[in-house]
């Protein structure tokens, strides 16, 4: 009886493959950390997603540490949050400072003269009110990224943020973060499941190799 086999390639460096996992978070987190630290040198895409940096507890940094960040949303004063204050990283505020000082003194004086012809006492009071104004600015260091962008990401659908790593084809991008806005979606569902489609012939359609003992079989169509 003839049978018919998927055909996969496994990772090789002269070939690609993209691994997709959805709700990373409920994957065992030191197997999603070799995943990161090992799946560019075996040849492997890794695409992660999920909800929030807080998920992955502890290992958070680990499993942030991607060539390409893509984040939509962050909780107000979560980790999310706080890893897209050190994504923007600082810069210098001059806040606009003013200031009054009021003032009034009072002073008494009383003196005593005596002499052959008699003696005499004078007393002498002075009182003086100041008031002055002062205006200026002042230097200050602050995160880039504040609450009201944070409540902006979370508002807007189409916002996000996006951070590439250092690298000679990626340059372009900058050492920062940057803000990106969608003009609504590009793609259609039925263009992205034609686009699948087609992907997912080119790994299928390949010869399949004879499986030990028995005999050679044909390429089957994905579903």
Partial sequence: MQQNHFVIPGPRRDALVFLFIDEAQQFPRPFLKQ?????AS???RLVMTFHTLGQMQDDWETLSMTQT?????????????EHLQRLFGMHKEYPLNFGEN?????????SHTSSSSGSSVSVSESVGDSRSFSIGFSERDAFAWNLNDTLALNYDRDRFVIQVSPGAELAHYGDKAIVCQRGGSHIGADSAGVLTGQSL?????K???NPPGGSSS????PP
């Fill in 35 to 39: 995943l990161v630290e090992q799946c």
């Fill in 42 to 44: 075996s040849g492997i």
């Fill in 69 to 81: 960040r893509i984040i939509y949303g962050a909780p107000v004063g979560g980790r999310t949050e």
């Fill in 102 to 110: 009021i003032g009034s003194s009072y002073q008494t004086s009383v």
């Fill in 201 to 205: 012939l080119q790994v299928y359609a």
């Fill in 207 to 209: 010869p399949a190799r």
């Fill in 218 to 221: 044909s390429p089957r169509n």
